[in-house]
C-alpha cells in the first residue's frame, strides 16, 4: 500500500512540474528580446547622462522582459541551462541596478558589457 502511495505522489510530482513549464512561445520569447534591444541602448544613455534613476529603471525592464521566460522551455538545448542563462541575465541587471543606486558607473558599464556578453552566449546556444 506505502508503494503505491509512494507511486501515485511521485507520478503527481512528476506531471505538476511539466504543467508549470510551457512550451516554446516564438511570439513571447521575440517580443521580450525586442523590448531587451531597445532597453540595451536606453541603459547606454542613461549611464552616459549618469542618470541613475533612469539607468536602473532601464535594467528593470530587463529584468521584467526576461523572468517570464523561466516559465518556457527551450527551442532547443536544455531547459537547465535555459534557465541558468536567463538567471545569469537577470542578476547582471540587478547588478547594474545595485550599481546605479550607488552611482557606480564603473560598474554599471560592466553590467552592460555582462548583459553583451549574456546575448551572445545565449544566441550561441538557443537561438
Ligand atoms: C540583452 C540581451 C539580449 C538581447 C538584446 C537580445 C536580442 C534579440 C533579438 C533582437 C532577437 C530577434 C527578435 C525577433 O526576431 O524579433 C532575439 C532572438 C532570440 N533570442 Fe535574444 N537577446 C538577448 C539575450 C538572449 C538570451 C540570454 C537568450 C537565451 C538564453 C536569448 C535567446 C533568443 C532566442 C531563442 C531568440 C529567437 C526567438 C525566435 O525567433 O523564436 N536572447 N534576441
Known amino acids: 500500500m506505502k508503494k503505491i502511495v509512494s507511486a501515485v505522489l511521485l507520478v ?7 504543467w508549470a513549464q510551457a512550451a516554446y ?6 517580443a521580450a528580446m525586442q523590448a531587451n534591444s531597445a532597453a ?23 529584468v ?19 534557465d541558468k542563462a536567463f538567471n ?5 541587471a540587478l547588478k547594474g541596478m545595485g550599481a546605479a543606486g550607488s552611482k557606480d558607473w564603473d560598474k554599471a558599464k560592466a553590467a552592460l558589457a555582462e548583459l553583451r556578453a549574456d546575448m551572445s552566449s545565449g544566441h550561441g546556444a538557443f537561438r
Do not use: C, H
Not at 540595451?40 to 528593470?60: M, Y
Not at 521584467?64 to 535555459?82: E, I
Not at 545569469?88 to 547582471?92: D, N, V
Open 12 to 18: 503527481l510530482l512528476i506531471s505538476s512540474g511539466a
Open 25 to 30: 512561445d516564438s511570439a513571447k520569447v521575440k
Open 40 to 62: 540595451l541602448g536606453t541603459i547606454k544613455k542613461a549611464i552616459d547622462a549618469s542618470d541613475t534613476l533612469a539607468t536602473a529603471d532601464a535594467f528593470w525592464t530587463i
Open 64 to 82: 521584467q522582459a526576461n523572468r517570464p521566460m523561466l516559465g518556457y522551455s527551450p527551442p532547443k538545448g536544455d531547459k537547465a541551462s535555459w
Open 88 to 92: 545569469e541575465m537577470i542578476a547582471s
